[in-house]
Every structure is written in structure tokens, then in C-alpha cells.
């Protein structure tokens, strides 16, 4: 038997109902999509982890207004986004720490028409490349510029329009 899976054997039956825990990554995910509106928005089950929290520093350092209403439940609001904390050193710095950073871009690009991106940094497990990211986007529109000096990405997208991308 795999640990993935459990086998139950035996005439018993089975009933109830579990409450999923939230996922890292698709929570990454999610609350970076807060960025897309001005409107205050509610998530639920969001994983008390370190990347989540880390995430959510980032996204108060923009602006959004974060309000913790229990364990795992949180709003955000971000109606007051200040873009030029982007290219600030204490934004870099703290981008830098998690590999979730790159999950802004969207959102930030979609809605502010430009992000900057420092190369991430964040655990070392498994092949986590992020030209895949790049590319998608550049197929969607975007420009990516790299500056040596800062050690960081801008990236540019006056104008996204729709594309296939596999």
C-alpha cells in the first residue's frame, strides 16, 4: 500500500466528513490574487506557514490593508497600492526569501502593467524554474529587463492580450 492512499478492507461502513487543510502553494497562489482589485476580499483556510506569512508581509509592504480574523481566515484590501515599494531594497529583500514572490507578478502585472522581481531564493526542493513563468508571460505580452547591478528583474506589460501556451 502507498502512503498516498488508504485501503479499507472489511465489511464496515464508512461515514463523516473531513475539512481539507489548506495547501501552500495554492494558497501562495490566492492571496497574491488579492492584488487584482480594490474591493475587500475574504479567504478562508489559508495555512499558518511561513511562506503564507511571508507572502502576506510582502503584500502589506504594497499597501493592502490585512486583517487577520482567526487562525486561518483572513481579509485584505488592497485599494491604496504603492508600485514604487517594488524597486525598494526592503521589498527586494524580503522577496528574495520566499520563491512565492513570482505568484505577485500576475496579479501585478495585470493590474499595475509592471513588477520587479528579485531572483528568489526559499527552500531548494525539487526543480522549480521560473523561465517558465517568464516565458508564459512574455507570450502573453510582457517584457523582461535584467539589471546586474540591482540583481533584479523589471518587467513591463502595457498591453497583455490572450495566447495558447502549453
Known sequence: MSNQAFRVQGNAHLSGSIQPQGAKNEALQIVSAVLLTDKKVSIRNIPDILDIRKQIELLKGLGV???????????FQADDIDTDHLSSPEYQ???????????????????FKKAFLP????DKIGRRR???????????????????????FYIGA?????????
Do not use: C, W
Open 65 to 75: 490593508k490585512v486583517e487577520k480574523i482567526n487562525d486561518n481566515d483572513y481579509s
Open 93 to 111: 529583500e524580503n522577496a528574495k526569501k520566499i520563491r512565492g514572490s513570482v505568484m505577485l507578478l500576475g496579479p501585478l502585472l495585470a493590474r
Open 130 to 152: 521560473l523561465d517558465t513563468h517568464f516565458l508564459g508571460f512574455e507570450k502573453l505580452g510582457a517584457s523582461f529587463n535584467y539589471d546586474e547591478n540591482e540583481d533584479q
Open 158 to 166: 502595457e498591453k497583455l492580450h490572450g495566447t495558447f501556451i502549453l
Open 119 to 122: 531572483k528568489p531564493g526559499g
